[in-house]
């Protein structure tokens, strides 16, 4: 998240930076919550992924527990960075 912050606030400043920041960080609470998301098999048996605006998070839900695996931005290439799965 930080280095996602630092590229936003580099090309659009502080108010931008914050508030898309907060609504990527909106979306964690409403993972917890839902069952929502695409389950990605070729990642790994529990992984889902949630588009929010330009970025992909990558994440593992178990009974109301969220663990976020990775967040790329969605124009990344998912296989070169797949080893941190």
Do not use: K
Not at 1 to 15: K, P
Not at 36 to 57: F, K, N, W, Y
């Amino acid at each position: 998240m930080e280095a996602i912050w630092d590229y936003s606030f580099r090309q659009f400043g502080v108010v931008q930076a914050d508030a898309y920041i907060g609504r990527i960080a909106a979306v964690f609470d409403v993972l917890a919550m839902h069952d929502i998301g695409t389950h990605r098999a070729e990642l790994g048996e529990d992984i889902c992924s949630l588009p929010v605006e330009q970025h992909m998070i990558y994440f593992v839900s178990s009974h109301s527990v969220v663990t976020i695996i990775r967040i790329l931005s969605q124009s990344q290439d998912t296989a070169r960075h797949e080893p941190w799965i």
